[in-house]
């Protein structure tokens, strides 16, 4: 028998241990994302744990957040790009898993649930599926001698260009605000709201030294920056970003490449970059690294209402966007965070 039950204090442990061992398991499983949720959004966060009722050990897990808008409320797998999917020993396991998931959004009046992939879920065959992202990964090798010389011309040549505008590497929590101010910045300028600085200062204190903060300058001034967190073996980039002004240094290229060296000296095997929209702009410059791409599925059960639009696009969209750029950067940064907690998890 297969007991589900939400995720207790008592059960921290257990669920970390869970989590470390499990093969399918992401940074995005990880409890942090649950104390970030409550802590910076106020949010509900039902983190749902399968237990063996002979053994009571933990036989899968389900990170949830639940996220409550005027119109079209529903239960998660993953706040933003995160794909915190199901993880089971097996199908029973799963099922039972997939089943209170479904009960659970029901319960909360939330329209559907939709639980994010990395790669196929045949727990989830029985949902809607929606294609519309993927993620890209680098292998990664123990010497960044190597990595350097596996690189084609073009990535050395970028890099190159970039390390002559003689950017400074700057790391720790205290680039935290520097590096918030890039993001912002350049999410401004693409007209998209910001997460919020709270919210970024939980994720990095939850995380701890799994997290670093790096950052480039240039005569003095933050033009690039990247939040880093290394789990596993794997060092993922969650959030990054450049100034428009400084593009033509190729900043990006100089802060990847420090996040690869890094990540290598610690034995990590592989980079995640994050999920990105199919033939997008952000997916190009991942591949320009040599990265392979794995697809991020959308697995939904409808509870009521129309389906949801995952992907928005349209003329509408462009009005929004045109809209958001043109409000004063105080403004943005200020109602940005409450809109994200909403609409863009």
Not at 302 to 324: D, F, I, M, Y
Request: net charge positive.
């Amino acid at each position: 028998m297969i007991r589900i039950e939400t995720l207790k204090p008592e059960d921290h442990a257990a669920w970390d241990a869970y989590v470390s061992q499990h093969s399918a398991a992401t940074l995005y499983h990880d409890r942090a994302w649950q104390a970030v949720a409550h802590r910076a959004y106020r949010m509900t966060a039902p983190f749902l744990v399968a237990r063996d009722d002979n053994s009571s050990k933990l036989c899968g897990v389900l990170p949830l957040f639940v996220v409550k808008r005027p119109f079209g409320s529903c239960v998660l797998g993953g706040l933003f790009g995160s794909y915190g999917q199901l993880l089971a020993d097996d199908e029973a396991a799963g099922q039972a898993l997939l089943s209170r998931a479904k009960q659970l959004t029901a319960d909360a009046g939330c329209g559907y649930l939709q639980l994010k992939s990395l790669g196929d879920d045949p727990l989830c065959a029985s949902l809607s599926r929606h294609e519309t992202s993927v993620t890209a990964m680098l292998p990664l090798l123990p010497d960044p001698d190597a990595m350097w010389k596996g690189f084609r011309d073009k990535i050395r040549n970028a890099i190159r260009k970039g390390q002559k505008a003689g950017f400074e590497v700057r790391s720790g929590l205290d680039e935290l605000e520097p590096y918030y101010d890039v993001l912002a910045d350049n999410m401004h300028r693409k007209g998209s709201p910001i997460y919020g600085l709270r919210f970024m200062r939980e994720l990095a204190t939850a995380l701890g030294p799994r997290s670093e903060i790096l950052c480039l300058t240039h005569n003095g001034q933050p033009v690039s920056a990247a939040f880093v967190v290394y789990f596993k073996d794997t060092v993922y980039v969650p959030f990054a970003s450049s100034r428009a002004s400084h593009f033509h240094l190729n900043p990006n290229n100089v802060l990847y490449w420090e996040v690869i060296q890094r990540a290598c000296r610690r034995g990590m095997t592989r980079l995640d970059f994050g999920r990105s929209p199919k033939d997008s702009s952000t997916l190009s410059f991942k591949l320009f690294w040599g990265a392979q791409t794995t697809p991020v599925p959308f697995y939904v059960h409808q509870v009521r209402g129309k389906p949801p639009t995952l992907e928005a696009s349209g003329a509408g969209l462009q009005r929004l966007v045109q809209l958001w750029q043109r409000l004063p950067r105080p403004v943005v940064d200020a109602i940005g965070p409450s809109i994200c907690r909403r609409w863009l998890v």
